[in-house]
Structure formats: C-alpha cells, structure tokens
C-alpha cells in the first residue's frame, strides 16, 4: 500500500510563504521506492484539479507548470520519507486545497491527474490580498 498525508496548510497574505509537507509510506512505497513520481496538485472551486509540480523519487528532477516557476520548490527530506512544497511570493490564485499524489513511473514532466493512483486528503491554502 501507499499511504500520503498532507500538513502545512493556512491562510496568508499575499507575498507570504507556507511550506507543505507529504509524509509517504506504506510497504508498497518503501519497497519501490526509486520507481515513483511525486506532485502536488491543486484545486479551487470551478476548476479542474492541476498539476503543480512533480519529483521524481530516484533522478530528484523537478518540474513546475509555469505559473509557479520561481516561486514555489519541490524537495525530498533527508530520509526521504517526506516531500515539500516550498511556495514563497504567494498570490491570491494560489488559493486551493492542495494535495500529494505519488504514481509508480518516471515523471517525465508534468502529469495528469487520472495518472496518479495514490492520493492523500488534502490541506487548504488561502492567500489573501
């Protein structure tokens, strides 16, 4: 199994900074644990869920859809056990329940969300004016 749980979620001004966090694991995970790719994804109300960026688990290259270039990044902690999303210079378009989705291929890029069967529950940004 592959279990994702997301944390760091709030509400900040616009130019704030939060830092989200996706505890990963689950025997499945562990044990094949260079063949994933991670993402974050986001979804606000009327739109559809879109990709936010992805890493892949052995390669760590990252990609970002081009909205949040330069301002958010994507990294594993030491134990890489954990992924963060780093968003700094936040804008109010960047409000959305934001969540972890991990898929056992190479990330080559940006990825849809339909291509990722494990996903954690989510946790809420709101960026204000």
């Known amino acids: 199994q592959v279990h994702l749980a997301e944390s760091g979620g709030g509400s900040v001004q616009a130019g704030g900074s939060l830092k989200l966090s996706c505890a990963a694991s689950?025997?499945?995970?562990?044990?094949?644990?260079?063949?994933?790719?991670m993402a974050w994804f986001r979804q606000s109300p009327g739109k559809e869920r879109e990709p936010v960026g992805t890493?892949?688990?052995?390669?760590?290259?990252?990609t970002y859809t081009e909205s949040v270039k330069g301002r958010f990044t994507i990294s594993h902690d030491d134990a890489k056990n954990t992924i963060f999303l780093q968003m700094n210079n936040l804008k109010p378009e960047d409000t959305a329940m934001y969540y972890c989705?991990?898929?056992?291929?190479?990330?080559?890029?940006?990825?849809?969300?339909?291509?990722?069967?494990?996903w954690g529950q989510g946790t809420q940004v709101t960026v204000s004016l």
């Open positions: 989705a991990a898929g056992r291929f190479d990330c080559n890029g940006l990825r849809r969300s339909a291509a990722f069967p494990s």
């Open positions: 689950g025997y499945s995970y562990v044990t094949a644990y260079p063949l994933f790719c």
């Open positions: 890493i892949d688990n052995d390669s760590e290259e990252t």
